[in-house]
């Protein structure tokens, strides 16, 4: 069986080391959270300028107190408040041990796109997408293996504007995760597909998972 | 010299000239200087370059001032969102400028301004469509792209508190673009929710000192 | 990952190796980490490089490091001082390796060090000795000299007080280098006056946030 | 009469506007600060990172509160906190209103030479000259006109190594101030002097007083 939006969290999730300082993108990453063991130790950065950030806020909500999706938060114990060039000073530094973003397509070689479909009358927003994309010590992928219209978004090289360049370690997808190592493609697990299959549905090379 | 607290936000915005570049705070809502754009708007400057994270929300604030089409350019990260239609309308009919900008470059980039840094390699954006032209550098095996200070003539900040010489303090990530912009602009305008007496804020707990701040007004 | 508690100086520096770069924080006397210094010497590393503002004060601290000759080169902005006996001794005699920086340039190239900047134009030190051999450039009017990072394999900072999770406040001018230097070294190593538990500092207050400190010891 | 050191440190201080940001460079620049007038405002800048220094310290020394030259001092109401990277931000970003600083030679087109004499045993020191030299609105040097063994200080061009370009904008002796204009040296003030002396004894071209 392919995995759900909240398995894929799960797994991802069992990935991140305790205490891990993390940045979970806009859209399905925030789901991570969620499933993140109790006392795991993990910190989660906020672009907007927060470590520590806690659950999404209940009833007592705070306008001062957002994510980066602009959704009201809480804070935990521990945390800290900084400006937007500390922010992201922090994260284009190398200082964030884990990132997870979303993405429309992602290359072989570790290309991310994640922020423009490239057509012509869309509204470009980029964010912090590419600061994050660079930024981080391992960057973790999360997405489908596919299109609605069925087409891979692992593949050869993307054809949607660039996020980042090969700056991508990690791919998790509703069928398999990949590692893109020096080596190539490595499927490190599959979830109710063969690797066979797998590699009759993608362009990409694909090796096995290391023994 | 000291900053000067202004009675209302009309006149913390008096003075504001056509065709200057605005830095506006905010990340969102949070941290936006709703009041100091209302003003604005009835100060009537026009043909501004703005620079800010978003692009304005709904109909109100950022997004009344481009509705009013005052804004030839805007510089931002992110300008589409749910409820950014006045800003979507403008760039669809070719009625206003974007140059959009990752968000980490932009806030180093008013970073340089205020520090006196005449340019700087960023690693962010290399081999994307928003470095094409851009300088780059190979450094230590890795790929920069050149990047330029963004300079203000006025800053319109939101922040918690100041004290009567314009030291300011900034509430949880409603933080997030004030301190910097402070750095980066000619004049500094700043509404704060309460302004106290010198003394009463901790010096070790300021975050934008006294002498980034020419005005402030209490809103 | 969470900042290590260390229960004494000895702990706090161990494993430091022979050829590393160490950032050691203070403005003379003031923020200098002078139990950590003091056992990085009994640690024994050697062939050190050492970042600092100055080059150590009477025969203690890092002058005592300095003269059991465990330092191959300073780079420092001020290392002449009244009682800097030690340093000026070395140097003279040609055994230890002095680059002058001007301290802002000192600041700033560390800062880019822990700001992913791959280097930056500084206005400081053109037309000077100090930017001989270096690339400039005219921006703007102005004349800049390009500056790359300086990054540490340690630092050894003097802080006031640090939560159990590793976030500092700093006190009054011992503030200094600290927070800069925490950005910039690999593993970063805190001397504070107090560790209190997570939840007893203001978050609003914390300088230096805990993903930048890796051991913390009370002294 | 030429005047005292404390003569010429009240000459500046009646030309710092009120409350101006200022830097007090070490030596005889610090005695600046004895002359400003009460209630005047002016917040003085110490580039170990603090605004709003007060007078040195009495009795209470508090280590952790020193000056640029180390020497400890006290706080102002008002006054703010902040590392060494953001003191020079600010020095370096234009920010400061003046700074005043002693100088071995200035140069009619306002170069600055003060860190160095060039004795090859000299151990050089520069701390935070450069970054002042260049940073502040208005660069002023105080100094005596000339130096022990009678050689004049203000030159047609440094001979000692530099600080920073064209950098000092007025310049204050025991002997005449100095406007460092585009169209030349202008005198501003003389003190015990003529011009037409103070012509025979410098190397520059002077112009005389705007009227």
Redesign the interface.
Known sequence: MSLSKQEMAAVVARDIPPGAFVNLGIGQPVLVADHLPEGSGVVLH?????LNMGPAAGDQV?????NAG?QPVT?LPGSS?????A???M??GGHLDVCVLGAFQVSARG?LANW?TGEP???????????LA??AKSVFVMMTLFARDGSAKLVPACTY?????GCVDRVYTDLATFDLSPGGVVVRETFGISIDELAGRLDVPLEPPAK | ??ATLCATPEEAVAGIEDGSTVLIGG?????MPVELIGALIDQGAADLTVVS?NAGNGDTGLAALLARGRVRKVIC?????HD?WV??GL??DGKIE?E?????????R?????????????????????AEGKET?E??G???VLE?PIKGDVALIGA?RA???G?L????????????MA?AATTVVAQVAEIVE??D???????T????VDRVVAV
Chains 1, 4 share one sequence.
């Not at chain 2, 303090?169 to 910097?180: D, E, I, L, Q, W």
């Open positions: 906020t672009e907007n300028g927060m705070d306008p001062d107190l957002t602009k804070e408040y900084f400006d937007s060039a922010s992201f000073a994260m284009r290309d423009h009358d869309a509204i470009p927003a980029v964010g912090g997408a590419m600061d660079i930024g504007p660039l996020t980042g360049v | 010299m000291s990340f969102g809502m949070a941290g994270n990260s992110f300008p589409r969102q950014s800003f979507d760039y669809r974007l959009l900008v990752p968000q980490g470059n932009l806030a180093e008013m970073r340089a301004a205020g520090a006196g840094i005449g340019a700087f390699f960023s690693p962010t954006g290399f081999g994307t469509p928003l550098r450094i230590d890795r790929t920069y330029h918690h004290d009567r010489m030291n303090v900034y509430r949880k990530t409603a933080r997030n673009f004030g301190p910097v750095t010198v003394g804020l901790d010096p070790e707990t300021v975050v000192p006294s002498i980034y």
